[in-house]
């Protein structure tokens, strides 16, 4: 079938943008963080069911002493840091600017490294680091706008307090993918990605047990629970994105390369924007589409 990789991306692609929707409005019913340990309880128990059927066993205790330290390390990083301060960031700002600051963590993990495992790049992908920088700021650094016809679109408010949320997601992704990859590597190649990231989800998901009994805010997972909604669109963010989305963007590297396929991975933000105007009503200026357009090119250039 031709094009079978380029449709495997996009497909991928819309079920990370649908993802983080659901996660919004779940965020938005029951605090960011309750969603986060529920999110965290169905990737895990999905991920669990599958090395099941793939490889007959529950957990990858056959994996080396480095790989559970790095991997763990990269779920505390990563899963629960990081994404707390995602979940902070798609509240604060919304999906479609938020997502736009988390891309910049393909330029970020480029320059780490860079400065620290001797990595090298060649002038167009210094070029891709720049204009992908360049995309995010044209669209963060955007006055807020007011609309002819307001009762028809709303603006979304770019706060300051947002966007460092929204940093704070892109280094937790960043340095979370650094470690992820230092606990995969052997010296036979990699190791399976989906026990890898099963091992990741345990780390982040033992911290918020810990999180929640330590500052008393069971609670608050109690009352989320019972919120049919915000459970519902949980598990299905969950099952969408982390799980189907990581299994898809796996499956993509099978028939694209890595470049084009991380290039077509990183359209989350442009994907966002047909959302935000039809679905939330959200007034989306051209400086905004340029700058999303921008910045997947940037990307484009530094994966070339």
């Known amino acids: 079938m031709p094009y079978i990789g380029e449709l495997i991306a ?11 929707q659901l996660f919004e409005a779940a965020s938005k019913r029951v605090g960011t963080t309750p969603v986060n340990i529920i999110r965290l309880t169905v990737a895990l128990f999905l991920f669990s069911l599958l090395l099941i059927f793939r490889h007959g066993y529950l957990l ?7 790989a559970w330290f790095y991997l763990s390390l990269s779920g505390i990083i990563g899963f629960f840091i990081g994404d707390i301060f995602l979940f902070k960031a798609l509240v604060e700002i919304g999906p479609r600017v938020a997502m736009l600051i988390y891309s910049l963590s393909a330029p970020t993990v480029a320059l780490i490294g860079w ?13 891709g680091m720049f204009v992908t920088l360049f995309g995010v700021g044209i669209v963060i650094f955007e006055k807020n706008q007011k609309v002819s016809n307001p009762s028809k679109l709303k603006t979304r408010n770019i706060s300051f307090k947002g966007v460092l949320y929204g ?63 915000a459970v519902l669109f949980t598990a299905i963010g969950s099952a969408v994105g982390p799980f189907l989305g990581v ?38 200026s051209i400086r905004a589409v340029t700058g999303a357009v921008t910045a997947v090119f940037g990307i484009y250039l530094l994966m070339m």
């Open 10 to 20: 996009i497909a991928t692609v819309f079920c990370w943008t649908i993802s983080v």
């Open 60 to 66: 990858p205790v056959h994996f080396p002493a480095h």
């Open 115 to 127: 400065l620290f495992l001797d990595e090298t790049y060649v002038f167009h992908q210094w070029l």
């Open 167 to 229: 940093f704070g997601a892109m280094l937790g992704q960043a340095f979370g993918y650094i470690l992820s990859k230092t606990g995969m590597q052997t010296e036979s190649g990699y190791l399976d990605a989906f026990s890898s990231t099963q091992i990741r989800v345990i780390a982040a998901f033992l911290c918020f047990l810990i999180f929640f009994t330590i500052t008393g805010k069971w609670g608050k997972v109690k009352a989320a629970v019972k919120n049919t909604k």
């Open 247 to 284: 299994s898809l963007s796996l499956l993509v590297l099978h028939y694209l390369t890595t470049g084009v396929a991380s290039t077509f991975l990183s359209l989350v933000p442009v994907f966002i924007i047909p959302f935000s105007i039809f679905l939330y009503k959200e007034h989306v």
